[in-house]
């Protein structure tokens, strides 16, 4: 099983920036598409950006084109997260995804981290 570990949730004020990493264990890391997913208390998990095996191709929701921007090193087992302009919108429950392919409109992952909290509030 691929273990997954987020880190580098807290507190920002608008505006403000983070950088989230996720460290995965395993023997395969650079095999894997993977994303990152936010979710918010009472919404649904929504995908927030992703990339691909290569790191070659990245994809990004609206609400955080411009901000946001995902990287992978596959040599060091980790993805990243750097997110820019933080609006309170962002607020949520930021989880990273590997093992992750495309079906249709939506992309499928098999391995799940245990989340980290980024609140953005004034």
């Known amino acids: 099983q691929v273990q997954l570990i987020e880190s580098g949730g807290g507190l920002a004020q608008p505006g403000e920036s983070l950088r989230l990493s996720c460290a995965a264990s395993?023997?395969?890391?650079?095999?894997?598409?993977m994303a990152w997913f936010r979710q918010a208390p009472g919404k649904e998990r929504e995908r927030v950006a992703s990339?691909?095996?290569?790191?070659?191709?990245?994809y990004y929701a609206d609400s955080v084109k411009g901000r946001f921007t995902i990287s992978r090193d596959n040599a060091k087992s980790t993805v990243l997260l750097q997110m820019n302009s933080l609006k309170p919108e962002d607020t949520a429950v930021y989880y990273c995804?590997?093992?992750?392919?495309?079906?249709?409109?939506?992309?499928?992952?098999?391995?799940w981290g245990q989340g980290t909290q980024v609140t953005v509030s004034s």
């Open positions: 395993g023997r395969t890391f650079s095999v894997y598409g």
């Open positions: 990339i691909s095996r290569s790191g070659g191709t990245a």
């Open positions: 995804a590997a093992g992750c392919v495309v079906a249709g409109d939506t992309l499928r992952c098999n391995y």
